[in-house]
């Protein structure tokens, strides 16, 4: 079946402006995450959606990123204002539920954020 | 929170020897550990994970060992091929909230022919 779609899979932004990156995730998963990947780097958690409660914030590294997911299923990830340190690829991951319960995590291609 | 160490950071192996990954974790209460495989410009894609009730999981030339005890857990790869060269990553779930994942930073592993 169809995997964890991105879009756009690259996006160069000016910095000060905002930027809206979309995930679908596999249909019928209940969690939903996003990670950011430096060049180089590992993989940082921002913040992961499970089903109908309140996501968890504590990965989002200021107040000028937020996410929403509309009805259970696609999400968007939104930076505002945003700083050349927020170039990284922004990779959005689901699992038919939380990872604890034994769910693998499958990823999406991932989005390529560049700010000038 | 939950932290993850690995090492090493880069690793050469000529083609057939053996390549061994070690990561260490600090939240006994994790439970979940998948090893990851990012080739370039791709995204990550699972390759192996093992829970806290086994101590050791092998999958074809893949296997993965876990010690609770000391918190610390392995990926060892045999008879390496070339298309076995790529950033290998480790995770541990973060044992308070039984959600995210907590990344290594990589490792990169290249297999000379």
């Known amino acids: 079946g169809a995997g964890v779609s991105q879009s756009p899979s690259n996006k160069v932004t000016e910095k000060g402006k905002d930027v809206e990156l979309r995930c679908d995730p596999i249909?019928?998963?209940?969690?939903l995450y996003w990670y950011r990947q430096s060049l180089g780097q590992g993989l940082e958690f921002l913040i992961y959606?499970?089903?109908?409660?309140?996501?968890?914030k504590s990965g989002l590294p200021s107040d000028r990123f937020s996410a929403e997911r509309t009805g259970g299923s696609v999400s968007t990830l939104t930076i505002q204002r945003t700083q050349q340190e927020d170039s990284a690829v922004y990779l959005c991951?689901?699992?038919?539920?939380?990872?604890?319960?034994?769910?693998?995590?499958?990823f999406g291609p991932g989005t390529r954020l560049t700010v000038l | 929170g939950e932290n993850v160490e690995q090492h090493p950071s880069t690793l050469s192996v000529q083609e057939g020897d053996s390549a061994v990954i070690k990561c260490t974790y600090s939240?006994?209460?994790?439970?979940?550990f998948p090893w990851y495989k990012q080739e370039l410009g791709k995204r990550p894609q699972l390759i192996i994970d093992?829970?806290?009730?086994?101590g050791e999981k092998k999958d074809q030339r893949i296997a993965v060992t876990l010690n609770k005890t000391a918190k610390h857990f392995s990926l060892h790869i045999t008879e390496t091929q070339p298309e076995d060269s790529a950033v290998y990553f480790c995770?541990?779930?973060?044992?308070?909230?039984?959600?995210?994942?907590?990344f290594g930073k990589g490792t990169k592993l290249s297999v000379k022919p």
């Open positions: 939240d006994s209460a994790s439970n979940y």
């Open positions: 991951a689901s699992s038919a539920r939380l990872a604890g319960a034994g769910d693998t995590q499958y």
């Open positions: 093992i829970r806290s009730n086994v």
């Open positions: 959606f499970q089903g109908n409660s309140a996501p968890d």
């Open positions: 249909s019928g998963h209940t969690a």
């Open positions: 995770a541990a779930i973060n044992g308070g909230s039984q959600g995210n994942l907590i």
